[in-house]
């Protein structure tokens, strides 16, 4: 019996169950070459007849075959679903929000014109291909926290046009001051109508207000929590 035959079967065999595995099919795909490797040494030398296993050999390269194909197409969902859970939901059309009047339609027309929807005007809603549609309604500057700090307090709404259920978070949700710089939300004594988190049935909406430190330039949404930029903003002035 050939060694090599029963080598490259029992390789491309740990390859196969390997292969389905994220990041544990890097190795199984080192292993398939192997495999198809003996499996091919092992069908030439049970070519002559001297040894027996050539049907081993030869199920070994199939398997290591498969083997590959698996982890090839596998690594390419999963890195597919990875950019998808990474990027976030995209844009698909701006138009004016229906929770909110504060924007006029001359603005709503441009923005949804050039598709450009990290300029958006308050009283836009942008929807996503996710189904969702999200929207800043209304903004208010200058409040008075408790510790005298200035805040700055925004309302937003959700509206889940699609068919499954959708999740809403404040920390969906960033703003900007002048210079760029970033910020999460703040606690406000006197807010009212707080955002939370939760889920959003098929036809769903909800409505709540998110508070800022300081005076903000622009607001930005983010669908995932893991998203690293996001290109959907409202500017505020």
Do not use: C, H
Not at 116 to 139: E, H, P, R, T
Not at 146 to 156: A, F, K, L, P
């Amino acid at each position: 019996m050939s060694g090599l035959a029963i080598a490259g079967l029992v390789v491309a065999g740990v390859a196969l169950l390997t292969s389905f595995v994220p990041i544990v099919n890097n190795a199984a795909f080192v292993l398939a070459l192997v495999a198809a490797v003996l499996a091919i040494v092992g069908i030439v030398k049970t070519g002559a007849g001297k040894r027996r296993g050539r049907g081993m050999a030869v199920a070994g390269l199939v398997i290591a075959v498969l083997s590959v194909v698996i982890v090839l197409v596998t690594q390419s969902i999963y890195g597919a679903a990875i950019d998808s859970v990474t990027d976030g939901a995209q844009p698909t059309n701006a138009s004016s929000s229906s929770a909110s009047q504060a924007a006029s339609s001359d603005a709503a027309s441009s923005s949804a014109s050039s598709a450009d929807y990290s300029n958006m005007a308050v009283g836009q809603a942008v929807d996503l291909d996710n189904g969702l549609s999200v929207s800043v309604d209304k903004v208010e500057t200058g409040l008075a926290n408790y510790d005298g700090s200035t805040v700055t307090q925004i309302t937003v709404t959700y509206k889940n046009n699609g068919s499954s259920n959708a999740s809403f978070n404040m920390f969906d949700w960033k703003a900007s001051d002048a210079n760029g710089a970033q910020r999460d939300t703040t606690y406000y004594d006197k807010q009212e109508n707080e955002l939370n988190s939760g889920t959003l049935s098929a036809g769903g909406t909800v409505t709540g207000t998110l508070a800022f430190e300081g005076d903000i330039a622009k607001v930005y949404y983010y669908s995932s929590i893991v998203q690293s930029d996001s290109n959907i903003a409202w500017t505020l002035s």
